[in-house]
């Protein structure tokens, strides 16, 4: 019903930046909030940032002051500007969104996953 994609992951030396898109499509009629994760090997999945419908944008202590969340409501867009990024950003990043459908009430969805990868 609600697809989300994914886009922007790579390889990127320390203190560089990489900027995530993610696209979500199919039977919406309105998002509630949409937000990034991410999952390093061997630990688990955490909260990056969140921004929710007309409001404050949370960000993970861990990203503060490097990582930025925008959203384009009329496209049903998500993106993550990640500036001065550290090998610790290694991970799998995950778009997820809060959707309100117009056949299936409210439900969480995921996206497939884009590989944050950050060494020299």
């Known amino acids: 019903q609600v697809q989300l994609v994914e886009s922007g992951g790579g390889l990127v030396q320390p203190g560089g930046t990489l900027r995530l898109s993610c696209a979500a499509s199919?039977?919406?009629?309105?998002?509630?909030?949409m937000s990034w994760y991410r999952q390093a090997p061997g630990k688990q999945r955490e909260l990056v940032a969140y921004i929710p419908t007309g409001g404050s944008d949370h960000y993970a202590d861990s990203v503060k002051g490097r990582f930025t969340i925008s959203r384009d409501n009329a496209k049903n867009t998500v993106h993550l500007q990640m500036n001065s990024l550290k090998p610790e950003d290694t991970a799998v990043y995950y778009c997820?969104?809060?959707?309100?459908?117009?056949?299936?009430?409210?439900?969480?969805?995921w996206g497939q996953g884009t590989q944050v990868t950050v060494s020299s």
């Open positions: 997820h969104a809060d959707v309100n459908t117009w056949s299936h009430g409210r439900g969480d969805y």
């Open positions: 199919g039977s919406i009629f309105s998002i509630s909030a």
